[in-house]
């Protein structure tokens, strides 16, 4: 088995949709670095930063950041916790919605665009085989692969 032609093609797969994603959202004002943030806080509204933080596996100081950003840029607002003022909660606008909905209706297209030739059965077999190289890919964190994969099926 030649694996570094499957991760060649991986990386030409990533470089071509990374591409076409950017074409098709370069009308939104919004800073494409920070997309998988979005993303968590739509998906999860109410979160709080740690929590963040783990889902997006950066560090706190990182998500203070991002959610300084949107907070500035309308796109979420913080509330305290009533009983712990040092617990922030971090909810999507209607701008950020607006954006974080954008983006999944790109990633839909841009899936279609993907598997535009698939039988059902090819698709059934080629999610299969990704899932598996992705667990694959972190053999020492099968916990944190586990909860990418809900992440990922709680954003289609």
């Known amino acids: 088995m030649d694996m570094i032609t499957a991760g060649r093609l991986i990386v030409a ?6 591409s076409l994603f950017r074409k098709k959202i370069e009308n939104l004002d ?3 670095s920070y997309l998988e943030y979005l993303l968590v806080i739509s998906s999860f509204d109410g979160i709080n930063q740690k929590d963040i933080a783990k889902k ?6 990182s998500v203070s950041k991002v959610v300084k950003y949107f907070t500035e840029n309308d796109l979420a607002y913080m509330k305290k916790d009533t009983n712990d003022s040092r617990i922030k909660y971090v909810y999507i606008t209607e701008k950020g919605k607006k954006i974080s909905d954008e983006f999944k209706k790109t990633f839909i297209e841009l899936n279609s665009l993907l598997i535009k030739d698939f039988s059902e059965e090819d698709y059934s077999v080629f999610k299969h085989l990704l899932e598996k190289a992705l667990r694959n890919s972190c053999p020492d964190n099968k916990e944190l692969i586990t909860e990418e994969l809900n992440f990922l099926m709680k954003t289609q």
């Open 13 to 18: 797969i990533n470089k071509n949709l990374e």
């Open 30 to 32: 919004f800073n494409c």
């Open 56 to 61: 997006t596996i950066v560090g706190k100081a």
